[in-house]
């Protein structure tokens, strides 16, 4: 039995699949569904759990590259909050870039994860190292 890191199994095999330079999608609870990409559901209720908190445990058992994010972000949220998203990608360059176009990358993911965030934009594409 697993007792530590990631314990969802869907998640797990998702992470072991994606190789170099794939895509992951980690998503607030109004992120649209692409019917071509598999999709793991993880919200329970508003804000439970968090994109932040689900790009923790990934970047906890798996390494990226890069990371993107919706250039609105930094518009609707406090200097503290981008700090603390910041903070979880530590030495990763991320980039910002308008939202349409951060959805332009979301069909060629290997898949999108789904939590309960309420925070707009708070959208995350990482790309494994």
Not at 57 to 74: D, K, Y
Not at 94 to 123: M, Q, S, W
């Amino acid at each position: 039995m697993i007792r530590s890191g990631i314990l969802n199994p869907q998640l797990r095999s998702m992470l072991a699949r994606t190789r170099h330079t794939n895509t992951l999608v980690i998503a607030d609870r109004g992120f649209p569904f692409w019917p071509e990409i598999e999709t793991i559901d993880l919200s329970l209720v508003d804000d439970v759990p968090t994109v932040s908190q689900v790009v923790a445990a990934v970047l906890a058992e798996w390494q990226a590259g890069s990371v993107w994010m919706a250039e609105e972000f930094r518009q609707h949220h406090a200097a503290a909050e981008q700090q603390r998203f910041a903070a979880l990608f530590e030495s990763v360059p991320c980039a910002f870039e308008p939202h349409a176009d951060f959805k332009l990358r979301v069909p060629r993911a290997i898949g999108l994860i789904r939590t309960g965030d309420t925070r707009p934009y708070a959208n995350v594409i990482l790309e494994s190292a």
